[in-house]
Every structure is written in structure tokens, then in C-alpha cells.
DNA sequence: TGCTATGTAGGAATCATTCCTGTCTAGCGA
DNA sequence: TCGCTAGACAGGAATGATTCCTACATAGCA
């Protein structure tokens, strides 16, 4: 989705987040992007525009919108961290091939939940669901590929 | 669940891994366990018997099994990879205050799909569904302490 | 416009995991 | 049973994503 820097603002300000010309960038190439790019994919995007950007700002900048709950950290195995600024309820299907991580939108997953039973007193808040398997791009080569570290 | 030598003998062999002294310790540490341990959880319980044993064979011992199909690697956020000796088909309930990691075995569960139309062409060939909260202790001081990065 | 709490750049530090290398040994065949 | 050899082990070094530290800069408010 594309953004300007009014809406920007206003996010930022609903969200009490101080703005700054870093934040916005790096804040709208994740939200323009459907790719959950990692920490170091945006550090890549954003010092095009602005070169002078240390790394450490797109890890502090992430953890602030992460924390103010404008953007989700998404882990698939032990790979860098992938972030996505899409935080409306949805869950992923991820290539274990190339690594790439598509959106599902499904109100029935969004609505799984577990049995009190199950629950074992915990106070349960949320859930996550994840498919693997292999984009179509990946399914020829998928057996003489070694698959990416679960 | 206890296993004796004869037991691991017979599984290592099946799935065509050697044998070794080393090997069997971290497979039975881990298969008589429900806590999804870390690589060095399990490397400072075997070094209570096997004190010469080097924290790197446990990695390696981790891979090999992971690869022949013995264990699974379970992953919260970017801590450090816990280990499952439980590889039939069941999901987790993790604690964001101590993360405690219980097991959830649900048919219901284990059966989800995807539509063709959601799959993208992909091949799917599994799912993971993870539930997150806070358990029985952690409830008390849920708002006080900072719940652990996820 | 000036103040101050916060953010930024850049470099150093961390630390789980992986890599390297020189022994050692499990498992097999003679 | 004995030796051979592919593969495993120990220990230390290297890696690399992330976090920490600190001096300088600036957003946002009075
Ligand atoms: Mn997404
Ligand atoms: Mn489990
Ligand atoms: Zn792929
Ligand atoms: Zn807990």
C-alpha cells in the first residue's frame, strides 16, 4: 500500500511515535512492500534514499514501531529476523526453497482457538499458523536443493 | 517417556544413524523430557555424565538427528532453538513471560489445510500453529515484568 | 526561539551457532 | 577377532545478526 507522509504523520501521532525522516522511510518501504523484508533488506532500501542511515537506526526504528504495534516481527526458523507492516490478523505460507513468505487471509484460521482444556490456565492471547512447502518456482529443483535451516 | 539402550539401538539404526556414546545421551535427554530444551540445556545435562563432551557435538549430534527425522527444532521468536523429541504431529502453547513451551495435541488442529486457491501453487506439505499467552504464574505479574522478546 | 528528552551514527561488544582441524572410534569386512 | 576407514568428537577460532555504548543532532513543546 502506498503512503504519504501525511498518513504517516498520523499514525505516528495516534501511535505516539515521534517522527523523523528515517522512520518515515523505513516505515513506508515496509508498508509499501508485501515481501516481509528482513532488518538488513530495508537498511539495503532506505539508504538509497538515504545514505548516510546507520544500520542500528532500522533496528532501533523496527523495535519503536514494533512496540508501538505499527509493525510485527515475523520468524521463520532461525533466520534473520523478516518483519511485515501489514499488522491486521493474518497468518503466512512460507517456501522452504527460496525462503519467501506470502500472506493468508482466513477468517477461519483467525479464529482458532483452544479448548479450556487444552489451555492449561494459561491466558491465552493470541496464535500464529505457518505452512511450508515450495512455491512453484522452487518445485522443480526441490529435491536437488538443500531446503533453507528449519 | 524412558528409553533403554536397546530402544535407541533400535531407532538409530532404522532411521541409519551411528551410534555412539554421545548420541545416546542427548536423544534420551531429550525424548525423556516435555520442556523443549535449548542446545545447552541439554549440553549442561549430559556433561553431568559425559563431562568431557563438547557443547559442539551437541550441535552437530542436534543436526543429525534433526536430518534422520528423530528430533524437531521448535522456534520462539528469535531465542535460542528449543528441541523436540516428540516428532509425531502436535503443536505448542508458549508462555511470553518465562517461555515455557507445553505441547498441544489436537486432531482438529493437525488437520488444517489450506484452500487450493489460498495455496498459491505452492506444495504444502505441512503446518505449524503455535498459541501464546501467559501461564498460571506468569499471570500475576503479566503487566509488570517485560515479557520476553518475540 | 531555546530547552530537553529522544533519536541517530558509528563503532565495539555479544553470543548462539557454525567452521576448522587434529585425534578417535563405530561398524564393517577379511 | 582384527584392522581399516568413513565418519564422529573435542576444542578452539570464526561468523554474523543483533545489541550496547556514547557523543552529537534534532523533534516537539513552552
Ligand atoms: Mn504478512
Ligand atoms: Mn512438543
Ligand atoms: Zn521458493
Ligand atoms: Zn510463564
Redesign the pocket.
Known sequence: MKLDLQDIEARFRRHDV??????AAIYAALVETTSHP???DLYRIVTRQ?P??????V???L??LRNAGLVREVNVG?D??RYDGNVSMHHHLICLGCGQIMDVMDEELNRLHLSSGQARGFDVLGHRVEFHGYCVSCQQVHRNVSPR?R
Not at 18 to 23: A, G, V, Y
Request: proline share 0%; aromatic share 8%; no cysteine.
Open positions: 515521534r517522527l523523523t525522516r528515517q522512520r528482513s532488518a538488513d538515504q548516510m542511515m546507520s544500520r542500528n537506526t533496528y532501533y526504528t523495535s519503536v532461525h534473520m529476523a535451516r
